[in-house]
């Protein structure tokens, strides 16, 4: 078994083995038909658990038998260990530091994610995202960068906003192990952005795109996003 081969044997057992470990705390699934099989698309989903990763990528790969690319901070690419783990799932490291928004090393880091993001795409896999950037403390929907608008611009590909209601009394930020609680997922309407194609240059084009987005993820989750 050639070393491609390896990788897409791994990649599928792990997801199918996450499924069975999540679906226990999945109280309902909704929209799921929302989720097209026969073309590249861009998850973006709000973030308020660890679980929220497992999630994505239990329900959107095993449904759609594809392999889906995300972003992860690369903090936790300092684990040699977790570091095969993550590159066997496709996740893309980002440098997320704030403190370091001037650093050409972390510059040239999220230059590259982006467009090993936007490459995925044009080969026709997946591509999931958390656009806040982190997760949320109390559950409740951030403000929320915009790089998600950004690779939706230059892959052309339609936007699925799902909503995560729950996660963040399975597994609040700082907990070590789940508590038994059940949540919610609800896939929204596939958004499309063929107006704004050429503009992804443009800030406030991007934020009004992102804005679009995060305020369909919003009413997944019965909030509202007024940023």
């Keep these: ?19 069975v470990v999540i679906r226990p705390y999945i109280r309902k699934i909704n929209g799921i038909h929302n989720i097209p099989k026969d073309k590249p698309f861009i998850v973006a989903a709000n973030h308020a658990s660890y679980i929220d990763d497992f999630i994505i990528t239990s329900f959107v790969i095993n449904y759609t038998k594809k392999r889906a690319n995300t972003f992860v901070n690369s903090s936790y690419f300092k684990n040699a260990f977790l570091t095969k783990i993550f590159k066997g799932l496709a996740m893309i490291a980002v440098d997320t530091d704030k403190s370091m928004s001037n650093d050409v090393k972390k510059k040239h880091m999220n230059e590259r994610a982006f467009k090993k993001a ?20 109390d559950g409740l929907i951030k403000k929320a ?21 729950g996660s963040c009394q399975v597994m609040p930020k700082g907990a070590i192990f789940p508590r038994f609680k059940r949540l919610e ?43």
């Design 118 to 137: 936007i490459n995925s795409l044009k080969n026709g896999e997946l591509f999931t995202i958390f656009p806040e950037g982190g997760r949320s403390n």
């Design 185 to 227: 997922v609800t896939f929204g309407n596939p958004m499309h952005f063929d107006e704004y194609y050429g503009k992804e240059k443009d800030y406030k084009t991007l934020r009004k795109v992102t804005t679009l987005i995060m305020k369909n993820i919003a009413k997944l989750i019965g909030q509202k996003y007024n940023y």
């Design 145 to 165: 960068k915009t790089g998600v608008a950004r690779i939706a611009l230059v892959s052309k590909v339609p936007v699925i906003p799902l909503g995560i209601k």
């Design 1 to 19: 078994m050639n070393q491609q081969n390896k990788l897409k044997w791994y990649y599928s057992l792990t997801s199918r083995l996450l499924n």
